[in-house]
């Protein structure tokens, strides 16, 4: 059975670090939902938070390849284990005035906030785990979607467990 | 001190404990060209870059140390791709240094730039792009090492001219230590436990004996391993030679092209034991209906190996050598002859039919040849092998008694593989006798680099099986495509007279009772020499499991040719 398993990869920050972990998804046939990558709080580390689509075996195979790559340090799954995943997404609904404060009611039931209005158009911003984020989709969708972003989950274990960066020893090469 | 960047090159090359490297120049890598003379290295002038990565590859499987090729930047850096490639799939310890455009022009599509890091990135344990001298040397010595570490496989460092050309301040000590790739965890003891478990009770075990078993020097431990539990152990075929051929526990070859009475085995077999062997297609034919009543239990050192595909009971991270000699210490002694008896059945019943033992029909057959080879070379010398029928055909018919005696291109099954390959193997194994078999059409693929063989003066023997077509294709339209032989036919020319034209010595063989004496007089001679053996021209290489169907469901060679040596 195919379920969204969520790893997150700890990257030296190096010329085609990125390319190498996209090609190997590619390469191997594995599927991405999402992928996002940002600093950390180590200089020279990047994490990526990948999202996969996959039976349990191909789960297993997509941590193992990720761990063969050479720039890449760590790697932990977050697939069912306790975790802070949030995305954050951008919302250009096209709404008439009239149906606003209706739409504002709703937002706020999302925490969503108004980022910006124009004539023809009220943009929201969200925070919050993929679903909420859906949830909030759905109902803005009624009132027309002009334009929609989402960054992709971002993932950290809960608790005092550190995913804490083992910097590899030539890694300043 | 005072470098360039080219001297860096050779500075870690040297460090290596490298002696001799393959290539051919050009502008890019002109600078460190121009840094060799003073450093104790041979280069060997390569026909075609493809050549050198193969002997690099050939170097490393002959000697299990890192083979290095060398080439310019674009076309000298693009044709080394097929042998990146092959080394690669057949988890080959290999760098290649290639030289690259100057880094101001990086992304011009300045001359003969290509982006050949992007090229080969998947085809690579790890590369790198290399812009400033004082990066190459640390950067060379990662690549060795990870060349080596974990699973081997091919490294690549591009590095651009201005590169080479600065001069730094050199502190070989200094520098990072290299990174070291990822360690595998060896599995805990519990899991050794379990797979000991699986092997006392297991009534019909069997061992899949890998390029594993070869890597990781195990076959001693493989051996003692096999006698003390009685298991009876098949090779892939990069695994030949891992387990003395004569042993009587030894089955030969499994898979596609393996004996009928080793795949049958694998099917009744209630436990396999997979030792450094990833389970490749050729190996397993129709995954659904594979080895169905067997336990598996799976020794790997690459982890992303385990349940690519075929699910295992127990898999033990580590390497070969590793895991025999943890479960030697806890396995019981068992002699399990009953399952003896039944292979020995299956034997007698299924085995390949020698054509090699039928009356002499006046006619001169692949296996003869091979036969004949082992006989007179006492098993004793290093084959190695281009792809098609040929391959098959020595595999089958080659005897191979010690680790590395074969070399063959298994995973990516490249043409033209195996005369650079041997030329490679010839710096590694100066003292051996060395045999290149390889068919009509790969022969050609690679031809130049007999040049090659004359100008550094080097011995080797070539066996081309010449059977006027690429034989493995024309069988496969033989048995799926009716007959329709296209584009398999094939003219050569004069093998004899090409061996000359290189002022190396050519002989032919059209009779069986030929072949010993062309073999004396290729072994004596101090020169490469190439033997056009003139072989039956639509022979096929039984038994066949077509591709992914039950391993049971094998083509068989049709009795009446054997039995009138009639046309099939
Ligand atoms: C570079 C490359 N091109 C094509 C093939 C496909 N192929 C596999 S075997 C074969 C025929 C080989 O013919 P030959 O070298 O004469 O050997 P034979 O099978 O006749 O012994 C071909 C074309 C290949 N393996 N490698
Ligand atoms: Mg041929």
């Known amino acids: 059975m195919k379920v969204a398993h969520t790893y997150v990869a700890t990257v030296e920050d190096r010329p085609g670090a990125l390319n190498r972990v996209v090609s190997l998804f590619r390469r191997r046939g594995f599927n991405i939902a999402s992928l996002t990558v940002?600093?950390?709080?180590?200089?020279?580390?990047?994490?990526?938070?990948?999202?996969v689509n996959s039976d349990a075996d191909t789960a297993g195979r997509v941590k193992a390849n990720l761990e063969k790559l050479v720039d890449v340090l760590q790697v932990q799954d977050l697939t069912g284990v306790a975790a802070l995943t949030r995305e954050y997404a951008l919302v250009k609904a096209s709404v008439p005035p009239e149906k606003r404060p209706e739409l504002l009611r709703l937002c706020s039931v999302f925490r969503a906030r108004v980022v910006d209005v124009s004539p023809a158009t009220l943009t929201v911003e969200i925070t919050g785990t993929p679903d909420k984020v859906d949830a909030l989709l759905e109902v803005v969708r009624p009132y027309g979607i002009a334009e929609m972003v989402r960054t992709g989950p971002l993932a950290m274990g809960r608790g005092a467990e550190v995913n804490e960066i083992k910097v590899q020893a030539g890694m300043a090469a | 001190m005072k470098r360039t960047g080219s001297q860096a090159i050779w500075e870690a090359l040297v460090g290596e404990g490298v002696e001799t490297v393959f290539g051919y120049p050009g502008g890019a890598i002109m600078p460190a060209y121009d840094a060799l003379p003073g450093y104790p290295i041979r280069h060997v002038l390569v026909r075609h870059e493809q050549g050198a990565a193969h002997m690099a590859d050939g170097y490393a499987r002959a000697s299990g140390k890192v083979g290095v090729a060398i080439a310019t930047s674009g076309p000298g850096a693009t044709n080394l791709v097929t042998g990146i490639a092959t080394a690669m799939m057949d988890s080959s310890p290999m760098v290649c240094i290639t030289g690259q455009v100057s880094s101001l022009v990086l992304g011009t599509d300045a001359f003969q730039e290509t982006d050949i890091t992007g090229v080969t990135l998947p085809i690579t344990k790890h590369n790198y792009l290399v812009t400033r001298a004082e990066d190459i040397y640390p950067t060379l010595r990662e690549a060795f090492h990870l060349a080596r570490s974990g699973r081997p496989g091919p490294v690549h460092v591009d590095i651009t001219k201005d590169a080479q050309q600065a001069a730094f301040e050199f502190h070989p000590g200094d520098g990072p230590p290299p990174r070291s790739g990822r360690k595998v965890r060896p599995s805990p003891p519990v899991?050794?436990?379990?797979?000991?478990?699986?092997?006392?009770?297991?009534?019909?075990?069997?061992?899949?004996?890998?390029?594993?078993?070869?890597?990781?020097?195990?076959?001693?431990?493989?051996?003692?391993?096999?006698?003390?539990?009685?298991?009876?152990?098949?090779?892939?075929?990069?695994?030949?030679?891992?387990?003395?051929?004569?042993?009587?526990?030894?089955?030969?070859?499994?898979g596609m092209h393996?004996?009928?009475?080793?795949?049958?085995?694998?099917?009744?077999?209630?436990?396999?034991?997979?030792?450094?062997?990833?389970?490749?297609?050729?190996?397993?034919?129709?995954?659904?209906?594979?080895?169905?009543?067997?336990?598996?239990?799976?020794?790997?050192?690459?982890?992303?190996?385990?349940?690519?595909?075929?699910?295992?009971?127990?898999?033990?991270?580590?390497?070969?050598?590793?895991?025999?000699?943890?479960?030697?210490?806890?396995?019981?002694?068992?002699?399990?002859?009953a399952w003896h008896a039944r292979i020995a059945e299956m034997k007698g019943d299924t085995a390949v039919r020698d054509i090699q033992s039928l009356p002499p029909s006046g006619r001169l057959f692949a296996a003869h040849v091979l036969h004949d080879l082992w006989r007179l070379t006492a098993g004793r010398a290093l084959v190695v092998t281009d792809v098609g029928q040929h391959q098959m055909w020595e595999a089958q018919y080659y005897k191979h008694e010690r680790p590395r005696s074969l070399i063959t291109s298994g995973?990516?099954?490249?043409?033209?593989?195996?005369l650079p390959a041997a030329i490679g193997a010839r710096f590694a194994r100066p003292d051996d006798e060395i045999w290149v078999v390889a068919g009509d059409g790969g022969f050609q693929?690679?031809?130049?680099?007999?040049?090659?063989?004359?100008?550094?003066?080097?011995?080797?023997?070539?066996?081309?099986?010449?059977?006027?077509?690429?034989?493995?294709?024309?069988?496969?339209q033989e048995f799926f495509y009716s007959r329709r032989y296209v584009a398999t036919p094939l003219l050569s020319p004069d093998?004899?007279?090409l061996a000359e034209a290189h002022g190396l010595l050519g002989l032919r063989v059209s009779k069986r009772e030929e072949i010993e004496g062309a073999v004396a007089q290729a072994r004596k001679a101090t020169c490469t020499t190439v033997v056009d053996f003139r072989v039956e021209q639509e022979d096929s290489v039984y038994p066949m499991v077509p591709a992914n169907s039950d391993l049971r469901d094998m083509i068989r060679r049709p009795s009446p040719m054997l039995e009138t040596g009639a046309d099939p």
């Open chain 2, 445 to 476: 693929m690679t031809a130049c680099e007999l040049s090659t063989c004359a100008q550094e003066n080097l011995k080797v023997n070539v066996a081309i099986i010449n059977n006027g077509y690429l034989g493995m294709v024309r069988q496969w």
């Open chain 1, 38 to 51: 940002g600093t950390t709080e180590c200089p020279g580390v990047s994490r990526i938070t990948l999202v």
């Open chain 2, 495 to 497: 093998f004899v007279k």
């Open chain 2, 191 to 254: 899991d050794l436990d379990r797979a000991a478990a699986l092997i006392d009770c297991a009534e019909r075990p069997l061992v899949l004996s890998g390029h594993g078993i070869v890597r990781s020097g195990a076959t001693e431990l493989l051996v003692e391993f096999a006698e003390k539990t009685g298991t009876p152990v098949a090779s892939t075929l990069l695994g030949l030679g891992g387990f003395p051929a004569s042993h009587p526990l030894s089955m030969g070859m499994m």
């Open chain 2, 258 to 337: 393996g004996e009928a009475w080793v795949n049958k085995a694998i099917q009744e077999a209630d436990l396999l034991i997979a030792l450094g062997m990833r389970f490749d297609d050729r190996v397993t034919g129709k995954l659904s209906t594979y080895a169905v009543n067997a336990r598996k239990i799976h020794v790997e050192i690459d982890p992303s190996e385990i349940n690519k595909n075929v699910k295992v009971d127990v898999a033990l991270m580590g390497d070969a050598a590793w895991a025999l000699r943890e479960l030697l210490g806890r396995v019981r002694s068992r002699p399990r002859a």
């Open chain 2, 411 to 418: 995973g990516l099954g490249t043409m033209g593989f195996a």
